[in-house]
């Protein structure tokens, strides 16, 4: 995702660069050496900036049709670093010294009042449009946004495998808006240090002790970028520390002109070569594509390169294909378009519970928000700067604090809503789960009162092992387990295998209560109960901690020697190497050997077969079409697509006596699954069910157990 660049602009037509001083200033013992004034209306910057925005545009439609379009964010950093840089450069050789506090005053005028309106806007629509499921977070991130934190927020959330599905908020791509509010935090104070130590040091010596200062920042924030991708790409991409470099390297870009410019008969090359670089990285890269780091090289050298080259002296230049007309309106409403899309993305996802714009949808969105933009600016944006609106200090600062107290009360206003969604109440008359599948006086997938979990806390409606930190995560290779039940019990059962033997562990703690079992859980992120060594989804790396893992949970097993141990595993799981006809017979086989090392133990091993997938994002399907839900469902054919490779690997001779429980006519009715039952929401996401409806299952699992043995 990118930002528009946040620049002064207070001149003719599609003037690029800050307003000029409204006469000379008088000459004073400080004042620096006039310069030939630099060419100030610099078109093919905002026929760049258009680059940049549709870039974000297209890749934010459907990531399908430009994989690597994040990098306009890259190519904005770079335009917003060489402008601003300009921008204190002309002060200080205009007026001898650099004012922070006009520098400030400039930026709330051009940032605040189209952001501002776009996240109150924003607000209102979510709490409109959005699922309730959606608001928490957008209500966190609108404060988040109005305060330019988001980034930090953003970083700050870890990859979290429960929360896989999890869609994005409507304000998420204003974190690099939030970068570049905390670079413009320090960087003018470099060159404040440098207008005052100029007429002490002389131009020549000032400008290379200006330029070592700026190629320092460089070279730090860059190796930041890499080491930082590398250990924590999601951090990395969203910190201002390894984001730095790129908005410095436009401000290199500005110091260097400052005094030397590009060879005439070099210009035509140098910005036909930029502009493909950035379009190159835009269609070559993607979502593997390890970014920012080095990767980020390739565009942000190309943005450099096109500005450097500017409109060129041949006729059919990148510099005057930049500025054609076209080509700068969408720069004029570069800033507003980036601000609009992205909301407008995410409320018609949400609105129609899906997770990619058909091309028509695609379409309607992208000509809404270039509307929407071409309005902020003629009603909003033209006026302020024309008006000389905000333009002191304290007017600056009133429209500031006023701003950030208008979203904090619409976040305020979508916590209140979301409070009255959280509060139902589990109600054992009313909330009946599986108990509905045999009463014939109703439809056991129809909604007669709010569901339980609510819609609002289903998502995070989790086994008690998660709160108790008894959930191997991917990186761990030796077993922690949980313990539940009495000690001194006479039977000690276990529980094995990935998130799907997790979900299992509520109604297994309800059979091991009732029955005085002592119950160990063995349970990892992702880690099928099998030999075969696996990839961890979406991904093609062989995951070495799961086999380790699972070698060291039946040795721990041996030691333990529980009577029985129960087993699940998602069907899905993925052998590493293995095409996918044949993935299921290789992960039999691999579950096969662990469970012969188990029962040569004397262990006796009961398989629990896999439950239904359903549709992503069920919650908020649910929370969309109440009371009606029948959207919601999933035919049975796909949801229990193929066999599950526990059947297999207990059918075909594999193994001695393994036991299998087949629960799912508790979830699926006739041809179809639904995502609610008796009242009570089956799934949390797309493949796990809520604990609520696993603890209701307690009393038929415990029925099937029996019969099973």
Known sequence: MGTAPACDRRLERYLVSVDAPA???????????????????????QG??????????????????????????DVFFVISGFLITSLLLREARSHGRISIGRFYVRRVRRILPAATLVLAATAVAAVVLLPSTRLEQTAVELVASAAYVENFVLAGQTVDYLAAEEAPSPVQHFWSLAVEEQFYLVWPLLFL??????????????????????????????????????????????????RMWELAVGGLLAVVLNRWSVPDRLR?????????????????????????????????????????AGEGTGRYSAGRLLSTGPARFVGDISYALYLWHWPIIVITLGMSNTTELSPLAATLVAAL??????????????????????NTGRSALAFALSGVLVVAGAGWGLQAHVQQVRATEFDPEVHVGPQALDAFEAEPDELTAPPYPSVLTAEDDLPDLYDDGCQSTEADTYPSPCVYGPADAETAVAIVGDSHAAHWSPALQEVADERGWRLYTFTKSSCAFTATLLVRPGEDEPYTQCQEWNTNVV?????????????????????????EDSAR????????????????????????????????????????????VDPCTRERDTALRGEDPQVIAAEEGRVGDVHIVDMNDRFCLDNN???????VIVYRDSHHITATYSRLLSEDLGERIDAAL
């Open 193 to 242: 240090g440098w207008a005052a130590l100029r007429p002490r040091l002389g131009a020549g010596r000032a400008a290379a002790a200006l330029g070592g200062a700026v190629v320092a920042v460089i070279a730090a924030s860059f190796t930041c970028s890499v080491l930082m991708t590398a250990a924590d790409p999601t951090a990395a991409y969203y910190l201002p520390f390894t």
């Open 585 to 628: 017979e290789e992960l039999a086989e691999g579950m096969a050997l662990l469970w012969n090392r188990l029962e040569e133990a004397g262990i006796t091993v009961v398989a629990l077969r896999d439950t239904p997938t359903t549709r992503s994002r069920v919650v908020e399907c649910v929370d969309l079409h109440s009371p009606d």
């Open 23 to 45: 006469s000379p200033p008088v000459p004073t013992a400080r004042a620096l050496p006039r310069r030939p004034a630099p060419r100030r209306f610099l078109p093919e910057v």
């Open 555 to 579: 040795a721990e097993l041996h030691k333990l020697d529980p009577q029985i141990v129960f087993t699940s595993s998602r069907a899905q799981a993925r052998p590493y190497g293995v095409d």
């Open 268 to 308: 035509g090359a140098l910005g036909w070569a930029g502009l493909t670089a950035v379009v190159t990285a835009a269609v070559c890269y993607g979502e593997h594509t390890a970014f920012p780091g080095h990767t980020a090289a390739l565009p942000v050298l190309g943005a450099a390169a096109v500005i450097a």
């Open 48 to 73: 760049l900036r258009a680059v940049a925005v549709l870039l974000v545009l297209v890749y934010h439609l459907n990531a399908a049709y430009l994989p690597g379009g994040y990098v306009g964010v």
């Open 369 to 390: 928000s270039l509307l929407l933009a071409w309005a902020t600016k003629i009603v909003l944006e033209d006026p302020v700067r024309e008006r000389g609106l905000l």
């Open 673 to 679: 699954c639904p995502a609610v039952i008796g009242n």
